[in-house]
């Protein structure tokens, strides 16, 4: 970060300079220098209206866009580097212009605040970053999408309350995750449209006595309309609010998928093998293959839900309008975009190259009378009311239980000593395969549901 000394672009009505601990203080410019090429985007849109509006002469944009272009290619190819003592991405580039161009230079800022400036830099700056995260979103579902067609036939206890529940097709546990991501999805999307208003014109609260032309640069800079209220304008962040709280979900999500898929490749129950290439040793344990990228996948969840509230709370009894609490509302969106972009980036290459340890599996699904519900859903069949069915089927499991017996261990006389309603045909229901099969509601576990999931999924896919 360059420290020369430079003058404050508002300097006119103060008589000393800030403290050095107060620039220190009040910088943002190590945060929204990201925002340059926003910055010299939304500025040229600028121009070229100030220039429709008869401001700026031909001569005068003409140099100003030739000069921009020039900022820009300082700013890539590290020559312009960014000065602590102009405070921000706005001030440093608007310095470098009037460097450039002087008076002509001087003339940008006709009709503009940084109050509208800023949020125009970051609602094209969420647009862009958005539009990166569903392309990657929308992969990953892919990859979901794939492996679920691969697993449908794989069958593992279903769990409530971490406890064996029903049998249930690997393949609908992934679909699980396909609907929670489209989901998210939406909302990246309404974050997105949220973002796609055009700032400009508000000035720093009032609009601006120059017939500024809104919907000129509007259209310039591809916003879908334009601000209805320039003091809403300059104090409205709900367009962040929304993009915060799509990214919480999305994390809330994946935080889940990632204990899961921790509890799934302990030694306990040993359901996977994790690919080497996402998980770490240990300096002191030679045994060690520890689920690293699945744990901060799931300990990264924290800091993106902070985000959100952070946000929220500096938001929350706010005056209107601009305020300068409003300069913290970037720090933690930009860091939990980066790091929505690397988990998923990572989750699915890791999801890919999950293995399957389907032996051990079938071992687990003989515990925890999984298939208790059919049996008693069996009854049901046989007109016996279901609260019946119920104490039935806990009596036969208490049972069998203490004998150290499962279901199919049991002879026709023990199930008749239970319900004269049990027949030979009992026997028949009595596999994780059938039990899954058997399970076609519309969305149930059944092979072909699942199948047919995919399908709906793959359409989406294909029209998002
Ligand atoms: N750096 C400021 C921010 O990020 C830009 C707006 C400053 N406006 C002001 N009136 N001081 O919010």
Known sequence: MAKEKE?????????????????????SISVDWC????????????GKMLHKIGILSNNELEKILKAFEEIQEEIESGE??????????????????????????????????????????YRLHLKKEIALIMDLLKNCMGVFLKRAQKDVDIIIPGFTHLMHAQPISLGHYWMAYF??????????????????VSPLGAGALAGSTLPLDREYTR??????????????????????????????????????????????????????????????????????????????????????????????MNLKGLPLT????????????????????????????????IEIREENIQKHLEKGFLLATDVAEYLVLKEVPFRKTHEIVGNIVQYA????????????????????????????ILTPQKAV??????????????????NEGKEIIKEA
């Open 35 to 46: 925002f340059y090429k926003e910055d010299i985007e939304g500025s040229k849109a600028h």
């Open 401 to 428: 239980e203490a004998k150290g017996l499962d279901f199919k261990d049991l002879s026709m006389e023990e199930w008749k000593g239970f319900s004269q309603a049990f027949d030979q045909d009992i026997l028949e």
């Open 80 to 121: 312009l580097i960014p000065n602590i003592e102009l405070e921000d991405v706005h001030m440093n580039i608007e310095n470098r212009l009037i460097k450039k161009l002087g008076d002509i230079g001087a003339k940008i800022h006709t009709g503009r605040s940084r109050n509208d400036q800023v949020v125009t830099d």
């Open 437 to 454: 099969s058997r399970r076609e509601t519309k969305g149930g576990t059944a092979a072909k549901q699942v199948l047919s999931q995919i």
């Open 322 to 353: 601009y305020n300068r609490d409003l300069q913290e509302d970037k720090k933690f969106v930009l860091e939990n975009i980066a790091t929505t972009k690397m988990v998923l980036e990572i989750l699915p290459q890791l999801i890919e190259k």
């Open 219 to 312: 259209e310039l800079l591809g916003f879908r309309e334009i601000s209805k209220n320039s003091l809403d304008t300059v104090s409205d962040r709900d367009f962040i609010m929304d993009l915060q709280y799509a990214l919480s979900t999305l994390f809330i999500h994946t935080s889940g998928l990632a204990e899961d898929l921790i509890i799934w490749n302990t030694q306990e129950f040993n359901y996977i093998e994790l690919p080497d290439e996402f998980c770490t040793g240990s300096s002191m344990m030679p045994n060690k293959k520890n689920p690293d990228a699945l744990e901060l996948i799931r300990g990264k969840t924290g800091g993106v839900v902070t985000g959100l509230f952070n946000l929220m």
């Open 7 to 27: 003058k404050a672009l508002w300097s006119g009505r103060f008589s000393k300079a800030p403290e050095e601990i107060m620039k220190k203080f009040g910088e």
């Open 179 to 196: 609907w929670k991501f489209e989901r998210d999805l939406k909302r990246l999307n309404s974050a997105l449209d949220s973002a796609d």
